[in-house]
């Protein structure tokens, strides 16, 4: 099982950016797929995640502003960032939480610049 991330970008306060990670091998084993993130200094935290039946959880530093959403048939889960902020800076890292556990794709950094 691989994830590969991409989207990631620097982009001034306000801006938006997309992040896109697709993840390869069988989607039957699948529980859900989210975003992470870890800024410098910081604990790696959750920013949004969707499950295979479709929910969704949002940290709420994201509510309103982030959303998360999937395309089943091409094993891609998507995060809209808006309105992003400074504190948004952080590496993204795509999971794809499987009934055989966890897998982590590489991360890719987003920088919000004020």
């Known amino acids: 099982v691989q994830l590969q991330a991409s989207g990631g970008g620097l982009v001034q306060a306000g801006g938006s950016l997309r992040l896109s990670c697709t993840t390869s091998g069988s989607i039957g084993s699948i529980n859900g797929m989210g975003w992470y993130r870890q800024a410098p200094g910081k604990q790696r935290e959750l920013v949004a995640s969707i499950s295979s039946g479709g929910g969704t959880i949002y940290a709420d530093s994201v509510k309103g502003r982030f959303t998360i959403s999937r395309e089943n048939s091409e094993n891609t889960v998507y995060l809209q960032m808006n309105s992003l902020k400074p504190e948004d800076t952080a590496v993204y890292y795509c999971?794809?939480?499987?009934?055989?556990?966890?897998?982590w794709g590489q991360g890719t950094q987003v920088t919000v610049s004020s």
């Open positions: 999971v794809r939480m499987d009934i055989r556990g966890d897998y």
